[in-house]
């Protein structure tokens, strides 16, 4: 069974720049959730993924925009990346629309 | 609005000592309440979560809705508790996935 795995683990992107960050989700799991973590602070909601459809967004704007594949998988884009942007980005997977059970290690996104 | 507050962002005790890591919360409705750990150098995974009523690694939380509180708490903490602890709440929207954290709370044990 292989747990949450995400890619890249580290990325600096400039101001104005587009990143896409990839997560695969817990073997069998069905739904991902994407969460901003600033420093110091606690894990934002972004949103989830449940069979491929978005089932809840929090307070971001829309140039955070995400997907998810048939195998589960999921993607989160962020265009016109602003200097806030920079934070540990997390996916969790869960089974049907339940809270994150399992997190991945992040991607530390740098915008500069 | 909804919100998740952690008084402490750092808690040091010795071996042997109770613990209780506080936590509070502002919900209008019948909130879900979550403890979420992270480890040194491991990834943050869920502790326990109030419905379950379950123990976990010695450490339980109760739901007081009068005092909309959610305290962890654990009757001999041990060195490897050493971690940091965030409260969790869900959540408005319609999704179990719009979990709301407080700061965290930084736990030391000291031998």
């Known amino acids: 069974e292989t747990g949450v795995t995400q890619s890249p683990t580290h990325l600096i992107k400039t101001r104005g720049q587009q990143v896409t960050l990839r997560c695969s989700s817990q073997?069998?799991?069905?739904?991902v959730s994407w969460y901003q973590q600033a420093l110091g602070q606690g894990p934002q909601f972004i949103f989830q993924y449940y069979r491929e459809e978005e089932n809840g967004r929090g307070n971001f704007p829309p140039r955070f925009s995400g997907l998810q594949f048939p195998n589960y998988s999921s993607e989160l884009n962020v265009n016109a990346l602003e200097l806030d942007d920079s934070a540990l980005y997390l996916c969790a997977s869960s089974l049907d629309g339940d809270p994150p059970l399992h997190f991945g290690n992040g991607t530390r996104l740098t915008v500069t | 609005a909804q919100r998740v507050t952690q008084p402490e962002k750092l808690l040091s005790v010795f071996k042997g000592a109770p613990v209780e890591l506080k936590c509070n919360y502002s919900y209008s409705g019948s909130p879900e309440l979550f403890w979420y750990v992270q480890y040194s150098r491991q990834r943050l995974q869920l502790l326990l979560r109030?419905?379950s009523r379950e123990s976990i690694k010695g450490f339980t939380a109760d739901l007081n809705k009068g005092e909309t509180s959610f305290h962890l708490k654990k009757p001999f903490a041990q060195e490897e508790d050493s971690a940091m602890y965030y409260c969790?709440?869900?959540?408005?929207?319609?999704?179990?996935?719009?979990?709301?954290f407080g700061k965290g709370t930084k736990l030391s044990v000291k031998p």
């Open positions: 073997s069998g799991h069905n739904t």
């Open positions: 109030h419905i």
């Open positions: 969790a709440l869900s959540g408005y929207g319609g999704s179990q996935g719009n979990l709301i």
